[in-house]
Structures are given as C-alpha cells and as structure tokens.
C-alpha cells in the first residue's frame, strides 16, 4: 500500500508562487514515476505534470509549461511542484499521484495511489 499526503495549497495573488509537496509512505517513490494532476469547480480532473522514478524526465500539460516544474527527492519520498507566475485559471484542488506499471502518463487510470488533495486558490 502507498500513502500519498500533498501539502502546500494556499491562496495567492496572481503572479505569485506556491511549492506543493506530495510525500509518500509505504512503498517508495521509485516506481514508474509520480504525477500531478489538478481538478477545478465544474471541470474533469486533468494532467499538470510528470516525473520518472529516476527524476530524469518530465513533461508537463501545455497550460503550465515554462512556469510549473515538477522535481523528486527520492531520500526523503518527495514529489514537488513548484508553481511560479500563477494565473486565476490555476485555481483548483491538486493531487499527485504513483503508478506502478507503464501507461500513459496523462490518463488519470494509469496511476494506482492517489492523495487527498490539497486547494490551491489565485486570486486576480
């Protein structure tokens, strides 16, 4: 079993930055990659951004290339995400998210352990 707790939500204004934080307990991060995923009112839950077991490669959803990155600390079971230059479209609830089997990274299903979230607000 994996446990996924993301932390580092917040309200910001637009322009501003926030790092989120998804930890893992259980199993280890070193898996076929973590991902980000992020929800907004009324919308379907959608691909942020990606990064493989290793750290060595990342994608990322057109809509945050350039201002989000996403990075791995496999020492201490860490994803982050540091979001920078945000907008008021940001605004949503963010998950990460562990899958254990190859797949495309941007399908929700192919990822097996999701966290509880956590909200992230921009304000314009």
């Known amino acids: 079993q994996v446990q996924l707790v993301e932390s580092g939500g917040g309200l910001v204004q637009a322009g501003g930055s926030l790092r989120l934080s998804c930890a893992a307990s259980?199993?280890?991060?070193?898996?076929?990659?973590t991902g980000w995923f992020r929800q907004a009112p009324g919308k379907e839950r959608a691909f942020v951004a990606r990064?493989?077991?290793?750290?060595?490669?990342?994608n990322y959803a057109d809509s945050v290339k350039g201002r989000f990155t996403i990075s791995r600390d496999n020492a201490k079971n860490t994803v982050h995400l540091q979001m920078n230059s945000l907008k008021p479209e940001d605004t949503a609830v963010y998950y990460c998210?562990?899958?254990?089997?190859?797949?495309?990274?941007?399908?929700?299903?192919?990822?097996?352990?999701w966290g509880q979230g956590t909200q992230v607000t921009v304000s314009s």
């Open positions: 990064i493989s077991s290793s750290g060595g490669t990342t």
């Open positions: 998210a562990q899958r254990f089997s190859a797949g495309d990274y941007r399908v929700q299903s192919s990822y097996d352990y």
């Open positions: 259980g199993r280890t991060l070193s898996t076929y990659g």
